[in-house]
């Protein structure tokens, strides 16, 4: 069975579908410990606490047999101030994103099951061109940086994460950028000459606006209860693995 963004595969890519106990995420990059002991997937702090396992999505073979894997459990030392966390992968990360179509359940669509490799990580900067790619949504590019240095309130906060700082904001004028589901997933720019990517950061949250008007209508799946906008936030990988302790897999 190949490696689709619905149902990953050691070693773990970014840019897939992650659940634990009915909540569902993406996973961002893989990263390895500083001493070079582990590695680990990113994702968003507030998609969970330790000790549940995350999963991929679930197939059905043609004799009955169930195929899901399990990537590991969220560590302890969570990133709360920018929202990021750290899946523990005894089975391995990768140092690739998932690009291309989303998944759609709904359809028993699975995804893109192609990928490009990430060649380091950076900073953002007001102005940027960005790419997102939650597995709800899919590759998403052509998403302006808007502003870095913000500060965001959730409430209700949701898995100890309410108040994040030095975030970053990017933005369309029409078009949605990322939604519900999306949370955990890759943010980065794209480097043609060659052909990788470079690590920006960890979607975390989107823009309602003032009467909805940062709500648009969603890309890729887009069932009739999930929620998108043209406005997202993300925290910035470099200050997450900072905190974590940890390296970008390239």
Same mark, same amino acid.
């Given at each position: ?12 890519? &970014? #840019?897939?579908?992650?659940? $634990? ?6 996973? +961002?990059? =893989? *990263? /390895? ?99 997102? &790619? #939650?597995?709800?949504?899919? $590759? ?6 808007? +502003?870095? =240095? *913000? /500060? ?99």
């Amino acid at each position: 069975l190949p490696a689709y963004r619905w149902i990953d595969f050691p070693a773990y890519w &970014g #840019g897939s579908y992650i659940v $634990t106990a009915g909540h569902t995420c993406s996973s +961002a990059f =893989g *990263v /390895t410990g500083i001493n070079g002991a582990a590695t680990y997937m990113l994702t968003a702090a507030h998609c969970g606490r330790g000790g549940s396992q995350w999963r991929t999505g679930a197939v059905a073979l043609g004799d009955g047999t169930v195929v899901v894997n399990t990537l590991g459990e969220i560590i302890p030392g969570r990133d709360l101030d920018r929202d990021g966390a750290a899946i523990l992968t005894r089975d391995g990360s990768g140092s690739h994103v998932y690009v291309g179509a989303s998944i759609n359940p709904d359809m028993g669509d699975l995804g893109s099951n192609t990928g490009v490799r990430v060649g380091g990580a950076a900073n953002s900067f007001e102005g940027d061109l960005v790419c997102t &790619g #939650g597995a709800p949504s899919g $590759t998403i590019c052509g998403i302006r940086v808007a +502003a870095t =240095g *913000v /500060t965001v309130v959730y409430d209700p906060p949701m898995n100890d994460v309410g108040r994040v700082t030095g975030m970053v904001n990017a933005q369309t004028v029409n078009e949605a950028v990322a939604g519900q589901g999306d949370s955990g997933g890759p943010v980065y720019s794209i480097n043609p000459s060659s052909n990788s990517i470079t690590a920006l950061g960890i979607i975390s949250g989107i823009s309602l606006g003032p009467n909805d008007q940062d709500v648009r209508p969603c890309r890729g799946w887009a069932p009739a209860n999930r929620i998108c906008s043209r406005s997202m936030f993300y925290g910035p990988v470099l200050d997450i693995m900072r905190t974590i302790g940890v390296r970008i897999n390239t």
